[in-house]
């Protein structure tokens, strides 16, 4: 081919392309622009169900019903490339939809056009993209929504709540002052107190949980009190055990602030008594921990309500001796002696028949508040001593004591002194035996005076933890003055 006719064919060819390349670019703009143009559904509209039959004319066409749907589906925008065919009132439907809900509501709008018979929907459901991010959008979306409507009843809620945490308040100090009047024990009135301030709140927040819309969660809440209750009084049994305890201890009030008392294996003035223990301050200067618990089972002697205590003691005299005898000389001295009551009377009684001694055994009262029961029991002991020595009244020791019934034959050798002047003389009694107390028993006195000021110099015990009454103490105290 000659060298002009390939050059005309290559202006031809690139005249073609060319023509080819600005229809192109001129179809797609038309096609951007008609897109742009066209109305966009938002991402969170969704489409209604269509429930009504759409009348077009009282004798629907094929071409009328293709026609009205075709406008209704690209009026909506939410379908790209459909089309629709109709034949014999049978409705074909394809193109593509965003969604399955679409896809469906498209076949509920040509169900209840008029004249429609059957749909076949062959739309295509447009899958999302991987960073689609268009359910995330429409979800926040919701939420934001339910916010915005919630927020009224969260204010409501909130200020319930404010009021029925202040009523609770109110509640406990005024239940506090209520019950002050009317229930000794302190425990007993803060819990009452406690118990007015939680039904208050409690209140409250059922009924704040029942204005958010939150019934059920507003009966668990209420019927769960119970069953958590349950749960921590079996976690925490011993707790709760020695709790209930100091609310008997409490309210029965077997002792007060200051009272001496012997429980548990110890005695001691008692200090304080907690929701967890009682304290005592030992006759040691010693402070004990009892558990309420041990406290409210254990048997529980109070010295302090009734001052007057009895004491005893058991002494052996001899087999030859005289038993009536023994008693009057003991019971001399127990008549005599200045700490000992006359009412109730003291009593020497024979108490036992030993291998070597007849035991005697010695019962005497005294008035805890003004002398020591040790200090008494010594001095009457040693009193009671000096007596038998005197009346020659033995008080032989089973040990060493060796009796020869028939005597002990002996032989005077001449030249010997007498037997009477061998035997060895009495010695004599000094004249500090005959005293009530002597200095090693440094009087007979109570020391009571004595632990109470050690009680008082010890560590402080915080007042706000004693659930027993002041008053009652210095009533107790005035009346009963405190035994060793």
Not at 299 to 324: K, M, Q, S, W
Not at 387 to 401: K, L, N, T, V, Y
């Amino acid at each position: 081919m000659p060298c002009r006719h390939r050059a005309v064919a290559a202006r031809h060819f690139a005249s073609w392309l060319l023509l080819s390349l600005l229809y192109w670019v001129a179809s797609t703009s038309q096609l951007l622009a008609q897109a742009k143009d066209a109305p966009q559904a938002p991402n969170n509209e969704r489409a209604a169900p269509v429930t009504q039959k759409i009348d077009i004319s009282p004798v629907a066409g094929d071409d009328e019903i293709r026609k009205r749907l075709q406008d209704i589906l690209e009026a909506t925008g939410w379908f790209s490339g459909s089309q629709v065919v109709v034949r014999q009132g049978v409705v074909f439907l394809s193109g593509q939809a965003r969604t399955d809900e679409l896809k469906q509501w498209a076949t509920d709008l040509a169900h209840n056009m008029q004249g429609v018979v059957a749909v076949a929907n062959r739309m295509e459901v447009i899958p999302p993209g991987i960073w689609n991010f268009a359910g995330a959008q429409e979800g926040m979306a919701e939420l934001r929504h339910d916010l915005i409507r919630a927020l009224p009843f969260m204010v409501l809620g909130l200020g319930v709540l404010g009021l029925s945490v202040a009523g609770s308040w109110l509640s406990l100090k005024s239940a506090r002052a209520f019950f002050k009047r009317r229930v000794r024990s302190r425990l007993l009135r803060g819990v009452f107190a406690w118990a007015v301030a939680a039904l208050v709140l409690f209140a409250g927040l059922y009924i704040v949980l029942r204005v958010s819309g939150l019934t059920q969660l507003a009966l668990t809440v209420v019927g769960g009190t119970g069953l958590i209750g349950l749960v921590l009084g079996i976690a925490f049994r011993d707790i709760t055990e020695n709790f209930l305890a100091s609310i008997f201890l409490s309210v029965q009030e077997p002792f007060q602030n200051g009272d001496l008392i012997d429980v548990a294996g110890e005695t001691g003035y008692v200090r304080q008594l907690n929701v967890r223990s009682t304290v005592l301050m030992t006759l040691d200067g010693n402070i004990v921990e009892i558990p309420n618990a041990a406290m409210y089972k254990a048997v529980l002697r109070n010295f302090t309500t009734n001052p007057n205590r009895r004491e005893h003691f058991v002494v052996g005299i001899g087999y030859d001796n005289a038993i009536d005898q023994a008693q009057e000389v003991a019971l001399n001295v127990l008549a005599g002696h200045p700490a000992v009551l006359e009412e109730p009377e003291p009593l020497v009684l024979a108490d036992n028949l030993g291998k070597a001694t007849v035991d005697l055994k010695v019962y005497f009262w005294l008035d805890g508040s003004k002398h020591s029961a040790i200090k008494v029991r010594s001095s009457i002991i040693r009193l009671i001593k000096r007596a038998f020595q005197q009346h020659e009244i033995s008080m032989p020791d089973e040990a060493r004591e060796v009796v020869f019934p028939d005597g002990v034959p002996f032989t005077l050798v001449e030249g010997a002194k007498t037997a009477e002047a061998s035997l060895p003389k009495q010695p004599s009694l000094p004249d500090s035996d005959e005293c009530v107390s002597t200095e090693a028993e440094a009087g007979l006195s109570s020391e009571a005076g004595v632990l109470e000021e050690q009680t008082r110099r010890a560590r402080p015990v915080n007042s706000e933890d004693n659930l027993l009454n002041d008053t009652a103490t210095s009533d107790t105290a005035r009346l009963h003055p405190k035994a060793s």
